[in-house]
């Protein structure tokens, strides 16, 4: 399985480690991704998704289904 968000999409970016004599190699910047069980009200039911933790901030802010909504996701998927 990829190490994707499965609400916004984030996943690893590719980028230089820059050492002090200024030697360039490429490494990979991983997402910090959780196992999280939320609770979906309108299908009143629990719902696991791998989640970024911006996403869970995000979640916690707004709500999980106005955050789907506005993302375009179907919870009935998870």
Known sequence: MSRV???TGKKANNA???SHSHR?????QGVNLQWKRLWWAEGKRFVRLNLSTKAIKTIELKGLAV???QL???L???
Not at 24 to 28: G, N, V
């Open 5 to 7: 968000c499965e609400l």
């Open 16 to 18: 230089f480690a820059v």
């Open 24 to 28: 360039r190699t490429k490494k990979l």
């Open 67 to 69: 955050y789907a909504k």
């Open 72 to 74: 375009g996701v179907n």
């Open 76 to 78: 009935n998927k998870f």
